[in-house]
């Protein structure tokens, strides 16, 4: 299947170019707070995670579980004491209950260098636990609707015991009367030469074999050094996965040991080469029993197996020699060379060298056919007329992403991306879950606004579908510096900032006036509805988890919960 380019198209009608401002109200939004009996479990990084990467994980590392499955306002989070809780509002006393729903049992000792725990609802009877040191724990929930305990099914390691996860996303599957549970874990770890720190994706297939859960496949993405994984989810079907990401990755498939990465079979060349817009790809064919060694400069490559060069001479261009990264997979190996000067097209590897078979990667290729799009067109392409730009009308805020951004579907069958959109131009605001059955919608910055885009696959079409706008929500959250979290409730009826202490920012999209209507000042025109903005001030602590409801905002620290009432 080739790769498809596609361009986010707007609805107009979730579009208001009249939206003047949030309007600043000092009326008290109701406020309950419950201090807890224990505090909530939480992790800080080791002297060995050090990384950005690392930080940014621990940071933003979210506490709270928000009920998605069913359309009630419950939340879940997990004390030191290794027990999982539920929080909700009792409407009739209005007062914050805590149940204990299972305490994980603590039958080995755990590793001192680990994540923080991660719980995701698959689906109204089962519950996927991470315990951050690469062991998850398959729960059965019952109806959580009765508030009944939680029951242990199976306990599934990773084959690793060194990997430390968090879970990402996860899907139940009843496919040919076998129950699958299809699990995302991230996690973070070093480059084979121990420099750099680098971006890991684990897809595991969990399957219910004589009632007990075990684990069936798995499949890997590395992410190159200096790329990100901004939005990573399952498609509702299993066989694809979406991905926002600021550079290139590798998937590997650990049960057949065939990557996407390219092969040298089927010729008689020393090695196989392709490029990017920021790297450099090399695979050569590994004999059996061979010790590598890969060393890079400013222009040079030395590849050697035995202490015998296979590859040695001048780049063609400069490269960064600090980000160079390389790894085995089967009988390949593969080299990732960093080019100093992003964009520059290489004609050549190395200077006077043949050896090597240059293949276009497909990338290179879906860039080509959309530039050439033009000279195919049956009707003449016109140049835009007016002004399109102003240079005084760029912010700081508008040059936040330096990096190459893109939606991607992944295909498991093919493993290939399938279809792409380029959304460099618009920085990525933040992710909310609208639709149970689907993965979450993710908001993009278009101008000052949030466009809400939900990935649909369906009748083998994809598309990124406009369902809502967050008006000036975009520009509103490229000030502010010190946010930690930002949320947005389901119904798109209201979106929040916090930061890492204390303050939380609402901002509600269109509330309907108590005294009926206002007049509009400048146009003379009754309005029924405003927008408005609210300020909550906790108590001095650390916000560890926030969860947007439709008519409530949940909000976790150490040792608190708070539920606002909108």
Known sequence: MTLELMELTPNRQFIDPQFSSYKLSLDPIPTLEKKLDIAVRRIVPDSSQYSFLHAKLFALHNHLVGETINSTEFIYFVDESWCIRKAFVDDSSQLIQVLEMIKIPQTYERAPVCYNDSLKLVNDNLALFSDGVGRMYVLETGNRLLHYPWKQLSVVE??????????QDARFLNATDVEEIHCL???????????KYVNVLYWIKIAKQDSIWKKAEMKKFISTVNASFDYVYLEPSCEALYIISSGSFTFIDQNDESTNTISCAGTHKTYCWSQTHDDINITIKVPHSHTIQVNTQLKRVNIMFNEQSVLNGELSHEIDETLTNWYVQGNL?????????EGLFWTDLILGDDSGDYIVHPTFAADAHRKLAHLCSEHEVLAPSGVTFNSQQIEECDFERDKYLTFERFSKSTKAATHRVNINTHAMVLIVQRHASLPPAVALRHDVDAYIWQPIFEDGNFILRHEGTLHAFGYVQASKQERKFSICAPNLSYCAILDTTRRILVYRQQKTIDNGELRNRATGKMVKHIAQQHVITLPYEEIVGSYAADSRLFILTVDHIYVSIL
């Open 158 to 167: 990773l084959t690793d015991a060194n990997v430390n996860v968090v879970i």
């Open 333 to 341: 190996l593969e080299v990732q060379l960093y080019k100093k000067q």
């Open 185 to 195: 874990l991230y996690s973070v770890e070093q480059t084979p030469n121990k420099q």
